[in-house]
C-alpha cells in the first residue's frame, strides 16, 4: 500500500473525492424511511431499522465507511456466494455444477421449485444454497466433525475478509431453525428428486445452512470480503490468494444475474455490477478491479432488498460510471 502511495499508482487515484461523493449519496439515502424490517424472526424483527452503514475497500487496500459499519449483523444470504466460493475452489466447477444450475428462477428465494432438470436453478436462493452447504458438507473434507467443519467454514470467511473476525449468533441460529419449515420443505424436496451427493444427511445439511445464515459480522469486514472478489480473489489487506481467478467470475456472474432476488434483472440492467442482498439487510457489492463496498440497512422492499442499500447503488451509478456495458 505504501509503495503503491509512493508511486501514486493507486486504482482510485482520487480517494479523497470518491469518498466525498459516497458521503453525499449516504445521507441522501440516509432519509429514506421506506421499508421494513425482516419479521420471520423476533430476532430481526427488533434490530433498529435506522442503522445505516457504508464500508468501502479498494483492490489496493484503501478504506473508508460511514454510519453503523461496526454494529455485528448475521451473514443471512449475503452468506451464499461466500459458501459458493469455497465450494467452486476446493470441488472445483465441474462438480458443482453437477449439482446446481445457472438460471435466475425468477421466483421468490424460497419458492419450492427446482428447474428442468429437477435441480435448484442457481446457488444464490435457499434451495441452492442449502445443496451448496451439503456438498462442503458430504464432499470436502467428509472426514472432519460437524464442528471442525463449522470451525473450517469460518476460517475461509476470514481468509476472505483479511482475517476480521467473524462471530456466530446462537439465538438467531435458534430461531431460524425454528421457523425453518419452508427451507425443511425444500430440504425433502430436493432429496426426494435425489439432489444431494450420496451420504447427505439432510438434517445436520440444514443445521450446517442456518448457522452459516447465523454468522455474525459487520458492514466493515464484508467491504473486504467485497473487495477480494474484485480482485480477482486476492484479498487487498493481506494479499492472500485466497481464490483462483475462475473461481471469483463464477462467482461475480452469478451475483450479476441472480443476486438480488427477483429484482437482480432490474438490478443488472439499471446497476450493471455483481450484488448479493440478504435479509439481514445487507448488499454485498463488487466492482470489479475497482473496490468492495458493503452496505448495511435493515429496512426491506417488498422483494426482499435493502431499501436504503439499492437507492444507494443506482444513486452511485448516477455519479460513477461503473456499469459493465
Ligand atoms: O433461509 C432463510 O430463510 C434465511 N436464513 C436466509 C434468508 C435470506 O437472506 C434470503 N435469501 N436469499
Redesign the pocket.
Known amino acids: 500500500l505504501i509503495a503503491r502511495a509512493f508511486r501514486h499508482q493507486f486504482v482510485v487515484p482520487d480517494f479523497l473525492g470518491f469518498t466525498k461523493d459516497i458521503e453525499e449519496i449516504y445521507w441522501k439515502c440516509k432519509s429514506n424511511t421506506d421499508g421494513k424490517v425482516?419479521s420471520?424472526i423476533p430476532q430481526l424483527a427488533r434490530v433498529n431499522p435506522d442503522y445505516w452503514g457504508v464500508a468501502v475497500c479498494t483492490v489496493d487496500g484503501q478504506r473508508f465507511s460511514i454510519g453503523d459499519v461496526h454494529v455485528p449483523f448475521?451473514l443471512?444470504?449475503?452468506s451464499?456466494p461466500l459458501t459458493y466460493a469455497v465450494a467452486l475452489e476446493k470441488l472445483t466447477q465441474k462438480v458443482v455444477h453437477q449439482y446446481v444450475g445457472q438460471e435466475p428462477s425468477g421466483r421468490n428465494?424460497?419458492e419450492l421449485v427446482l428447474d428442468h432438470n429437477k435441480q435448484p436453478h442457481n446457488p444464490?436462493?435457499?434451495a441452492g444454497?442449502?445443496l451448496v452447504c451439503s456438498l462442503l458438507k458430504t464432499l470436502v473434507k467428509p472426514e472432519i466433525t460437524l464442528a471442525e467443519k463449522f470451525d473450517y467454514t469460518q476460517n475461509w470467511f476470514q481468509k476472505m475478509a483479511g482475517g476480521e473476525n467473524f462471530g456466530f449468533n446462537n439465538s438467531v441460529f435458534l430461531s431460524?431453525r425454528e421457523?425453518?419449515d419452508?427451507?425443511y420443505a425444500l430440504g425433502f424436496y430436493m432429496r426426494e428428486h435425489k439432489v444431494f451427493p450420496e451420504k447427505t444427511n439432510l438434517r445436520e445439511c440444514l443445521d450446517f445452512?442456518?448457522q452459516i445464515?447465523?454468522m455474525e459480522t459487520c458492514a466493515d469486514s464484508m467491504s473486504v470480503v467485497a473487495a477480494t472478489l474484485a480482485n480477482g480473489g486476492i484479498c487487498p489487506i493481506t494479499d492472500e490468494k485466497v481464490f483462483r481467478p475462475e473461481v471469483v467470475r463464477d462467482v461475480l456472474s452469478l451475483m450479476h444475474s441472480c443476486g438480488m432476488?427477483d429484482y437482480s434483472g432490474q438490478f443488472a440492467f439499471k446497476v450493471g455490477l455483481p450484488a448479493k442482498?440478504?435479509?439481514?439487510g445487507g448488499i454485498l457489492l463488487v466492482v470489479p478491479n475497482v473496490a468492495g463496498i458493503f452496505t448495511w440497512s435493515p429496512p426491506l422492499d417488498p422483494c426482499?432488498n435493502s431499501v436504503r442499500g439499492v437507492q444507494f447503488c443506482e444513486e452511485l451509478l448516477q455519479v460513477f460510471n461503473f456499469h459493465r456495458y
Not at 442482498?277 to 439481514?280: F, L, P, Y
Request: hydrophobic letters at 35%.
Open positions: 425482516a420471520y448475521t443471512q444470504s449475503c451464499k428465494f424460497n444464490m436462493i435457499n444454497a442449502i431460524e421457523a425453518a419452508r427451507n445452512y442456518f445464515c447465523s432476488y442482498s440478504g435479509v439481514c426482499g
